[in-house]
């Protein structure tokens, strides 16, 4: 089956400080790879899409110099968040498709929870 | 833009009994997949159902949804409700326009009471 592994699983930084998460794709090929951002009031933003061999598209309020990513084959992708700050807490997931635009399903990982002291 | 408006934050139901969770959307595309997602504490969202056919009925694990485009809406039910079906539940759209991102809604909170 298809799956979607992300590490870590939680982690706590403090402010100021960058991390980084790491998305993997088992069992099918993520040619794309969306990022979200799940708030503390649970609500989705959707932080930028990745196409193997095309450029990032970044959504409006987050930026390349904030959240850099790397997407170098069609089983990982990367995301760090530079300088996290308070508002920058949250759960990130990533979610993998194979790639059809909007005709495959999106699969999600389980997450990585960000905390900022 | 697409957008997808769940109006109840809330739902309690007692177990045993039928529920209905609202989803409407707004698109200038025809040609768009609906999804709604579960969401159970402390985990990433799963699929529970998705479709892009209009006036089809689609079910999964008890649970079922039926596109209308007439009304522009995409609402999920089942007639008995469990225990174990307290969850966040989001319904989504994604569309062809470009880039195919899931829209969420912003999510109704299921509780099951016994």
């Known amino acids: 089956g298809a799956l979607v592994y992300q590490y870590p699983r939680r982690t706590i930084c403090k402010s100021g400080t960058s991390m980084r998460m790491e998305c993997q794709a088992v069992?099918?090929?993520?040619?794309?790879v969306a990022w979200y951002r799940q708030s503390p009031q649970k609500t989705f933003e959707l932080i930028a899409l990745s196409t193997v061999n095309s450029a990032i598209k970044y959504e409006q309020n987050f930026t390349q110099e904030k959240f850099p990513i790397s997407h170098p084959n069609l089983s990982f992708s990367s995301m760090t968040v530079l300088n996290a700050y308070l508002e920058d807490r949250g759960l990130y997931l990533c979610g993998a498709s194979p790639g059809l635009p909007y005709q495959d399903t999106q699969y999600f990982g389980p997450g990585t929870r960000l905390l900022v002291l | 833009g697409d957008s997808v408006t769940q109006t109840e934050g809330l739902v309690t139901v007692t177990e045993g009994l039928p529920v209905m969770l609202n989803c409407t959307y707004q698109?200038?595309?025809?040609?768009?997949?609906f999804f709604w997602y579960v969401q159970y504490l402390n985990e990433a969202p799963k699929l529970l159902l998705r479709s892009s056919t209009d006036n089809k009925r689609t079910e999964h694990q008890g649970f079922h949804a039926t596109l209308h485009k007439s009304s522009s809406s995409f609402h999920l039910q089942k007639s008995s409700v469990q225990l174990s079906d307290s969850a966040l539940y989001y319904c989504a759209l994604s569309d062809p326009g470009g880039s195919w991102q899931l829209i969420f809604g912003s999510g109704t909170q299921l509780t099951v009471m016994p």
């Open positions: 698109t200038a595309y025809s040609d768009v997949a």
């Open positions: 069992g099918f090929q993520a040619t794309s």
